[in-house]
């Protein structure tokens, strides 16, 4: 959370009043006043999931017995498609502006932080009639901190030039504060001693997202260098972003020719030349630009070795995004990775993903491979009383984020294979189901975990969401 809680009030006060006091002369609407970019506003309105993305195959929320149906028939055709659909409309423009940008539809979500807040506050309407006054903060991803306390604090690989900004759509938004769901003293009331509590379950329509950006520093010739993943280990090992040691390089000002094949480069000390066919375009990447606050932060929280200074108007680049959706009992799971080569992606997208990208998709939004857990091994198993034998491995990972982990980070044993032991051998789903509010069972690799596993015994299930584990208030 940012050092800045004081200057965020005051911010909020100071536009309070101006629309008190002028009768909303002053207030900055989320709509745009004409057609020029230099009015605008700074109140965000949480966008719906778009109803129409002229796709003719896809829906959202899809019925539950369709998926289930894709998942007995191991139609990954299907699933893929929908993932593509998702992220779509995730990454659709709408008519909300903030500081002359106009925002896609996952960057007008709450963050939970903000939730949190009012859950704390009992203002159970807030998550359903929200607005924003500016964008969600950026925060060191809380999945890097589980790590180390599970890793019993040993040093885990976690690029802490890597910001998140995990935020709800409006239909789960409404459901965490509807049931103050980050309070403490609710999720008490659903432990059951001896037994399994649960919390109720998220909406349909609810969708989680971690949109997770690189933070760097253009060099003298307007070039960001970002690391960029080369492939899986083989064999399998802890590959952080740190030790990929492949590279692109970003062209703030946008002069590279479009759909230009690029050659990362490798290792230290490249050449002009090199890269020169390193080098794409900003806009290539979904991107935006740093407000003061956001800048005084990542100063408190970059590396040790990064010795610039952020500014307001220093860029982040969208580097990954999980997504999650309830159309499921066990939630749909999609993970987004920024590729070089985004027609061929390497594992764990591939090109059979990529050629089911929709035409829709176009720009930056089109840079990104998927990767998808709509299960957690093949055959599908029942959400209670699977099993782990006979069953193949369904791998989801999100390079940018778990591909760093080792053996000492799962601390929930492997029952498919004791020889996954790494974060590019995990499931999303897999992984979620050990969301309890206590926070203490740790963190799997890919395998079979049934809802009722007497793991669970005396824990409160959250239905999957890690994100309420790490921001639970608990003097409430």
Same mark, same amino acid.
């Given at each position: 959370?940012? !050092?800045?809680?004081?200057?965020k009030t005051v911010k909020i006060q100071l536009l309070s009043c101006f629309i008190v006091a002028i009768l909303f002369s002053c207030k900055e609407s989320s709509q745009k006043l004409?057609?020029?970019?230099? $009015?605008?506003?700074?109140?965000?309105?949480?966008?719906?999931?778009?109803? !129409?993305?002229g796709i003719p195959w896809f829906n959202f929320p899809e019925d539950s017995t369709t998926i289930y149906s894709w998942l007995d028939k191991r139609d990954t055709l299907s699933i893929t498609k929908h993932a593509w659909g998702i992220w779509a409309g995730l990454t659709a423009k709408t008519n909300q502006v903030y500081q002359k940008d106009t925002l896609l539809v996952f960057e007008t979500w709450m963050g939970v932080e903000k939730?949190?807040?009012?859950?704390?506050?009992?203002?159970?309407?807030?998550g359903c009639d929200p607005k924003?006054?500016?964008?969600?903060? +950026?925060? %060191?991803?809380?999945?890097?901190?589980?790590?180390?306390?599970?890793?019993?604090?040993? %040093?885990?690989?976690?690029?802490?030039?890597?910001?998140?900004? %995990?935020s709800y759509n409006p239909g789960a938004a409404c459901f965490a504060t509807k049931n103050l769901i980050f309070n403490q003293s609710v999720l008490n009331k659903?432990?059951?001693?001896?037994?399994?509590?649960?919390?109720? $379950?998220?909406?349909?329509?609810?969708?989680?997202?971690?949109?997770?950006?690189?933070?760097?520093?253009?060099?003298?010739?307007?070039?960001?260098?970002?690391?960029?993943?080369?492939?899986?280990?083989?064999?399998?090992?802890?590959?952080?972003a740190s030790t990929w040691q492949t590279y692109v390089y970003v062209d703030v000002n946008n002069s590279q020719p479009k759909n230009k094949k690029l050659v990362p480069v490798t290792g230290k000390n490249p050449s002009d030349e090199q890269i020169a066919q390193a080098t794409c375009n900003l806009n290539d990447f979904i991107h935006y630009t740093l407000d003061k606050e956001d800048a005084m932060y990542l100063n408190q929280h970059q590396d040790k070795g990064h010795t610039k200074a952020f500014v307001a108007g220093d860029l982040v680049l969208l580097a990954a995004m999980? %997504?999650?959706?309830?159309?499921?009992?066990?939630w749909t799971w999609q993970t987004f990775f920024w590729s070089y080569r985004q027609d061929n992606p390497s594992f764990p997208s591939s090109k059979f993903a990529a050629q089911l990208r929709p035409t829709q998709l176009?720009?930056?939004?089109?840079?990104?491979?998927?990767?998808?857990?709509?299960?957690?091994?093949?055959?599908?198993?029942?959400?209670?009383?699977?099993?782990?034998?006979?069953?193949?491995?369904?791998?989801?990972?999100?390079?940018y984020l778990e591909a760093g982990f080792g053996p000492e980070v799962f601390q929930f044993k492997n029952k498919m294979d004791p020889q996954y032991q790494y974060g590019v051998q995990t499931n999303c789903m897999s992984c979620?189901? +050990?969301?309890?509010?206590?926070?203490?069972?740790?963190?799997?690799?890919?395998?079979?975990?049934?809802?009722?596993d007497t793991i669970f015994v005396n824990q409160v299930q959250l239905d999957f969401a890690w994100s309420i584990q790490g921001n639970i208030n608990k003097d409430k």
């Amino acid at each position: 959370m940012k !050092n800045s809680n004081s200057l965020k009030t005051v911010k909020i006060q100071l536009l309070s009043c101006f629309i008190v006091a002028i009768l909303f002369s002053c207030k900055e609407s989320s709509q745009k006043l004409d057609n020029t970019t230099e $009015d605008y506003v700074s109140i965000i309105e949480p966008q719906e999931f778009p109803p !129409n993305l002229g796709i003719p195959w896809f829906n959202f929320p899809e019925d539950s017995t369709t998926i289930y149906s894709w998942l007995d028939k191991r139609d990954t055709l299907s699933i893929t498609k929908h993932a593509w659909g998702i992220w779509a409309g995730l990454t659709a423009k709408t008519n909300q502006v903030y500081q002359k940008d106009t925002l896609l539809v996952f960057e007008t979500w709450m963050g939970v932080e903000k939730l949190a807040e009012l859950s704390a506050e009992g203002n159970q309407e807030g998550g359903c009639d929200p607005k924003k006054t500016e964008r969600t903060d +950026l925060q %060191v991803p809380n999945q890097f901190f589980h790590a180390q306390l599970f890793a019993r604090n040993a %040093v885990v690989d976690s690029t802490f030039q890597l910001f998140e900004t %995990v935020s709800y759509n409006p239909g789960a938004a409404c459901f965490a504060t509807k049931n103050l769901i980050f309070n403490q003293s609710v999720l008490n009331k659903y432990y059951t001693k001896g037994g399994i509590g649960k919390i109720p $379950d998220f909406p349909a329509n609810g969708i989680t997202i971690k949109p997770t950006y690189y933070a760097g520093k253009p060099n003298s010739d307007g070039l960001i260098r970002i690391p960029t993943w080369p492939g899986n280990p083989n064999p399998p090992k802890a590959f952080g972003a740190s030790t990929w040691q492949t590279y692109v390089y970003v062209d703030v000002n946008n002069s590279q020719p479009k759909n230009k094949k690029l050659v990362p480069v490798t290792g230290k000390n490249p050449s002009d030349e090199q890269i020169a066919q390193a080098t794409c375009n900003l806009n290539d990447f979904i991107h935006y630009t740093l407000d003061k606050e956001d800048a005084m932060y990542l100063n408190q929280h970059q590396d040790k070795g990064h010795t610039k200074a952020f500014v307001a108007g220093d860029l982040v680049l969208l580097a990954a995004m999980h %997504v999650a959706t309830k159309e499921i009992s066990n939630w749909t799971w999609q993970t987004f990775f920024w590729s070089y080569r985004q027609d061929n992606p390497s594992f764990p997208s591939s090109k059979f993903a990529a050629q089911l990208r929709p035409t829709q998709l176009q720009g930056a939004a089109s840079h990104y491979a998927v990767s998808t857990a709509y299960a957690m091994v093949w055959p599908n198993q029942p959400i209670n009383g699977g099993t782990n034998e006979n069953v193949e491995p369904i791998i989801a990972f999100n390079p940018y984020l778990e591909a760093g982990f080792g053996p000492e980070v799962f601390q929930f044993k492997n029952k498919m294979d004791p020889q996954y032991q790494y974060g590019v051998q995990t499931n999303c789903m897999s992984c979620h189901a +050990l969301a309890t509010a206590k926070g203490n069972i740790g963190y799997s690799t890919d395998q079979y975990i049934s809802m009722n596993d007497t793991i669970f015994v005396n824990q409160v299930q959250l239905d999957f969401a890690w994100s309420i584990q790490g921001n639970i208030n608990k003097d409430k």
